[in-house]
């Protein structure tokens, strides 16, 4: 019973991302993170984000700045499927949503 009232202290997985952790990404600068990037990824940041995968961005740190102090933001869902994953996307809590495409609905049915 005593081992019952006292709560078990929760463990968070810690993210890590080619053996960096996410406070290490969180400081990196976008060129020091470009580097860690594979090639193909590498490129399209050299490209520069699009409207759809900035504005994510934009939506992203307004629900952070929107949230109360020492709280977590509300997560904002992420229909871009191509969108290559940054370290601030983690650390506020975008997640992924899979719509169906419209496009070939037709030839689903």
């Known amino acids: 019973m005593a081992a019952a009232e006292q709560k078990k202290q929760r463990t968070f997985r810690?993210?890590?991302?080619?053996s960096t952790d996410l406070?290490?990404?969180?400081?990196?600068?976008?060129?020091?993170l470009k580097q860690l990037y594979s090639a193909r990824r590498r490129q399209r940041l050299n490209r520069s984000l699009r409207r759809?995968?900035?504005?994510?961005?934009?939506r992203l740190r307004k629900a952070e700045k929107d949230a109360p102090p020492m709280e977590?933001?509300?997560?904002?869902?992420?229909?871009?499927?191509?969108?290559i994953i940054l370290p601030e996307m983690v650390a506020l809590g975008a997640?992924?949503?899979a719509r169906p495409s419209?496009?070939?609905?037709?030839s689903l049915r």
């Open 95 to 97: 997640s992924t949503t």
């Open 52 to 58: 759809k995968r900035h504005s994510l961005l934009k």
């Open 72 to 83: 977590k933001p509300e997560v904002v869902n992420m229909p871009l499927c191509d969108m």
């Open 102 to 106: 419209t496009r070939w609905k037709s």
């Open 23 to 32: 406070d290490q990404l969180l400081d990196m600068s976008y060129e020091q």
């Open 14 to 18: 810690k993210v890590t991302y080619r």
